[in-house]
């Protein structure tokens, strides 16, 4: 199943705007999509609550009554929304499960510094690092009558990420998401401008969401369970702990956590045996 997430350390950056939008094209492709949040604030969930039942469907996790986090039946992608502050043992996790990230980046200074330490610190994961998982920014709330977008631009290369495009600042968003909307579900001679901004980044992410061997593969289809809550390790790293009692989409029950020497945790990769227990099934490799 192809699993994209978008990632941004700093709060406010177009996390959630972005995955929804990732998520509403898929739907609007005729593909049963999840939009997943990994965000204990639930934006996503909130918005998808607002999302009509007459447009394109698009599913959150659901609860059984095991309380294990389950996938819908029939899910064939996954969009992953997380939260800002993401880092460490949290931040590797969503690397692992995931084909490609977007780090959507506001134009200031600050925000520019924040999304380098954030990419950073991904190109540590061996995952990014091989180009297992791609990684790639798009300016988020650009205003077009700066140079912000020239400014995003060569940041982002200059710290050799891919540098997708920019999406304006403009009240559409604002409106659509308190909608449940988005830009794709607005009649198109409305958000022309938008549409066109949105079309790199469709070209990027659409190779890795409709692989072409992907095509008829009924193991996408497989529906899968993942346990929410697990036993609670003892003497757990606080990113551990945060990532249990918020309920993410882990269970660590099975991980183990390293000193680095320098009193950082360092973190184990959950592919060693043993350790992937207790992971959402559908997000295993
Ligand atoms: N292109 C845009 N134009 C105008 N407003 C935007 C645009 N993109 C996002 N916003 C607004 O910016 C605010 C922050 O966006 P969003 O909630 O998606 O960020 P986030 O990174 O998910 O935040 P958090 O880290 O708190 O989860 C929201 O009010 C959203 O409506
Ligand atoms: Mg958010």
């Not at 709060?11 to 049963?32: D, E, L, Q």
């Not at 997380?82 to 977007?102: N, Q, S």
């Not at 050799?160 to 600042?169: C, F, I, K, P, T």
Request: with cysteine.
């Amino acid at each position: 199943m192809p699993v994209i997430a978008v990632v941004n350390r700093k709060g406010g950056s177009g996390k959630s705007t972005f995955a929804a939008h990732v998520a509403a094209w898929c739907a609007r492709r005729g593909h049963a999509v999840m939009l997943g949040d990994v965000d204990r604030q639930q934006s996503s969930r909130g918005w998808l609550r607002r999302r009509s039942v007459d447009l394109p469907l698009i599913s959150p996790w659901t609860l059984d009554n095991k309380n294990m986090l389950r996938v819908p039946t029939g899910i064939t992608h996954a969009v992953l929304d997380t939260p800002g502050g993401i880092h460490g043992f949290e931040l590797a996790r969503v690397v692992m499960f995931a084909d490609a990230i977007v780090i959507p980046v506001c134009p200031s200074v600050f925000d520019r510094e924040s999304a380098a330490h954030c990419h950073a610190e991904l190109m540590t994961l061996p995952r990014v690092a091989q180009k297992r998982c791609r990684v790639a920014s798009v300016g988020m709330r650009v205003d077009g009558r700066t140079n912000a977008a020239q400014t995003l631009r060569l940041w982002s290369e200059g710290i050799g990420v891919e540098y997708l495009g920019a999406l304006r600042e403009t009240q559409l968003y604002v409106r659509s998401l308190e909608r449940g909307l988005t830009i794709f579900d607005l009649p198109a001679h409305q958000v022309t401008a938008d549409l066109a901004q949105w079309e790199p980044i469709v070209q990027w992410f659409q190779p890795i969401l409709e692989p072409p061997q992907a095509a008829n593969d009924p193991a996408q289809a497989k529906p899968v369970v993942a346990r929410a809550h697990a036993p609670r390790p003892q003497n757990l790293m606080p990113a551990q702990d945060a990532l249990i009692a918020g309920a993410r989409l882990s269970v660590l029950s099975g991980a183990k956590t390293l000193s680095s020497g320098r009193g950082q945790p360092t973190l184990a990769r959950a592919e060693a045996p043993g350790e992937s227990r207790g992971l959402p099934q559908f997000l295993k490799r």
